[in-house]
């Protein structure tokens, strides 16, 4: 290691650059990445789920790209679909033995009896926080810059909780819940990890002034968990009102912390405003598992015309598997696909139609081997 850092050395003490230029010559090529513990370059297996509509098309450039980078991943594949009853017993086992999981969008029938699988893996494998991440991509024009935005939604309860009936004919009564412990563990999960990311400020999501035992509870939590953060910045907001400023000034939020519908809202506008739901990676995850999917839900199942011309938007998908190659401890090959991507978008020759471009999914996809280091 003293060898490599040398030459460095010898440069900045033979001839004193200005700052800026010796921060951005220490920026582009790291000297010391971490440190791997014996065994951890061995490959890991990883459960996916082609999913629904343009899922096996997103999920098909994920695994092209991984192969060309030679990515120490390999793939269990596994057919489910969003009209199925529920999700077979050997899916469950397959991410319950690897713990990693990614997938493309499960279609979830618009009323009727049949409950969403998406729902059901989340119970199922108690993956309580959902994270998405919106930001904007260098060289992706949008209507406010400095967006920077983490969602973090509880996953299990709350009105996702499935608990429904008909009271008589004509009157139907859906029940919410909201627990203190769940409430508590996504808080602890939201401002752990604001300190793990150098991240200032969590603000807590509630609609406390209408619900006031059901969000005060969630409220509570989250303000005794803040107590543990004192270097954390700690705000709250109502959910209509989080609306409003989301759109006129988004910079201002950083880590956002809610209830199970408010975080599908916030997170799908939040993605809106900062370039799309096509660019914006997520994962949703637990004690024991995790699962990488596209970060905002809207559109991730696409439509027939974007399926039939084979121009759906990998890039969430492929930032969301970089996120999954960071989880697993392989932080060179996540930084080497995000980079990557990142140079595609910003050199606006393959963009797809939702970006304003007229590349094919697999046009994107060449682009973004081509750019790999």
């Not at 999700?87 to 319950?96: A, F």
């Not at 408010?262 to 699962?291: C, E, F, Q, R, S």
């Not at 998908?317 to 991507?341: G, I, K, N, W």
């Amino acid at each position: 290691m003293a060898r490599r850092t040398l030459p460095i050395l010898n440069r900045v003490l033979s001839k004193p650059p200005s700052p800026i230029g010796l921060l951005s010559r220490l920026d582009t090529k790291r000297s010391v990445t971490y440190m791997p513990r014996p065994g951890d370059g061995a490959p890991r297996p990883v459960t996916l789920i082609p999913g629904d509509g343009i899922g096996p098309l997103v999920t098909g450039a994920v695994e092209q790209v991984m192969e060309a980078m030679h990515a120490p991943v390999y793939f269990e594949r596994y057919e489910i679909h969003g009209d199925m009853k529920k999700v077979p017993q050997e899916v469950l086992d397959s991410i319950r033995k690897n713990k990693v999981c990614l997938k493309g969008g499960l279609a979830t029938p618009v009323g009727g009896g049949v409950s969403s699988l998406n729902v059901q893996l989340r119970k199922e494998l108690d993956l309580y926080a959902s994270l998405v991440h919106c930001f904007n991509l260098p060289g992706l024009p949008t209507r406010h810059q400095n967006v920077d935005i983490v969602v973090i939604r509880e996953n299990t309860e709350g009105e996702y909780s499935g608990l429904e009936h008909e009271v008589v004919p004509g009157v139907v009564e859906s029940l919410k819940v909201i627990t203190k412990f769940c409430s508590e563990r996504v808080a602890q999960y939201a401002f752990e990890y604001a300190y793990l990311n150098n991240r200032k400020k969590v603000t807590a999501v509630h609609k406390a002034n209408i619900m006031k035992l059901a969000d005060g509870l969630f409220l509570e939590s989250c303000r005794e968990v803040a107590t543990k953060y004192p270097g954390i910045k700690y705000n709250e907001i109502i959910v209509d009102n989080c609306c409003m400023q989301l759109v006129s000034k988004p910079e201002q939020f950083d880590v956002m912390v809610t209830p199970n519908l408010y975080g599908n809202l916030v997170a799908n506008t939040a993605a809106g405003i900062a370039g799309g739901t096509g660019v914006m990676p997520g994962g949703n995850v637990g004690a024991d598992h995790a699962v990488f999917e596209q970060g905002a839900s809207a559109g991730n199942v696409g439509n027939e015309k974007v399926l039939e011309q084979k121009k759906a938007n990998p890039v969430a998908l492929l930032l969301s598997s970089a996120m999954m190659l960071r989880h697993l401890q392989f932080p060179s090959f996540a930084d080497r696909l995000e980079t990557a991507v990142k140079r595609v978008i910003s050199e606006g020759k393959y963009r797809t139609k939702d970006l304003g471009g007229g590349s094919s999914t697999q046009e994107v996809v060449d682009a973004v081997m081509a750019a790999l280091d």
